[in-house]
């Protein structure tokens, strides 16, 4: 079955701190790979993905993801925080083609200290 | 409605009861997706529609659970006899397409005394 690990539970930083989420995944076939993000009070909302091609992907606010198949691994990096970034994180896989089940992880609560 | 609707916001039942719980989704999108979001537990998934399709409803935890999607468009998802370990986020999106960005709803918060 398909799972998703973040490997962080939660992460303190100082604004302008480089930030990098884990995540690994377990699906031996060709996956899509998102991120998600939930500011405190919002509704989750899409940060970024990848289905093919390229990849390092980019998302909005600055952040980007790089798949590293070899690895099973889709991590999430940030150069500068902000405070503005303080929120929870999550990472989600599902398998190509298939019907569209969609796996989160457990979260990474990520708080950027001013 | 401009995005994924969810009924009620909060809910305080008695353990035993059954609840019910409400989605709307964003008009025209085909899939729909039920999740459970408990603290430190991340979003577990529950049961997948999409279209006309049988539904996957692999991710739900017991007999209890049932959901249902009317007409390809509201959904309800229904926990009969709760148990206080059901207390946790009920939250319902939608897509356009298998798996594509997903819309979220606020959720509803449950919570069995």
Redesign the interface.
């Known amino acids: 079955a398909q799972s998703v690990s973040q490997h962080n539970h939660h992460v303190i930083l100082s604004e302008a701190a480089s930030l990098e989420l884990g995540c690994n995944y377990s699906y031996g076939g060709t996956v899509n790979l998102f991120w998600y993000v939930q500011y405190p009070g919002q509704h989750l909302q899409l940060l970024l993905k990848y289905f093919s091609g390229d990849p390092l992907v980019k998302g909005i606010k600055g952040f980007e993801a790089e798949f590293i198949k070899s690895k099973f691994s889709f991590n999430l990096r940030k150069p500068s925080v902000q405070w503005s970034d303080t929120a929870e994180y999550f990472c989600a896989v599902t398998s190509s083609g298939n019907t569209g089940k969609l796996i989160f992880g457990q979260g990474t609560t990520l708080q950027v200290k001013p | 409605g401009a995005?994924v609707s969810q009924s009620p916001s909060n809910k305080v039942t008695e353990k035993g009861k059954d609840v019910e719980l409400r989605c709307d989704p964003i008009s025209g999108h085909t899939?729909l997706?039920w999740?459970r979001q408990s603290l430190?537990?991340?979003?577990?998934?529950l049961i997948?529609f999409?279209g006309n399709?049988a539904p996957?409803k692999?991710?739900l935890p017991s007999d209890r659970f049932s959901a249902e999607r009317t007409g390809g468009s509201v959904s309800t998802l229904t926990i009969q006899r709760t148990q206080q370990e059901d207390s946790a986020v009920y939250?319902c999106?939608s897509?356009s397409?298998?798996?594509e960005?997903?819309?979220?709803?606020?959720g509803t918060q449950l919570s069995v005394l």
């Not at chain 2, 430190?40 to 998934?45: A, H, I, K, P, S």
């Not at chain 2, 960005?101 to 606020?106: N, P, R, T, W, Y």
């Open positions: 995005g899939a997706y999740y430190g537990q991340g979003l577990e998934f997948y999409q399709s996957d692999s991710g939250l999106a897509s397409s298998r798996a960005k997903l819309f979220f709803g606020s």
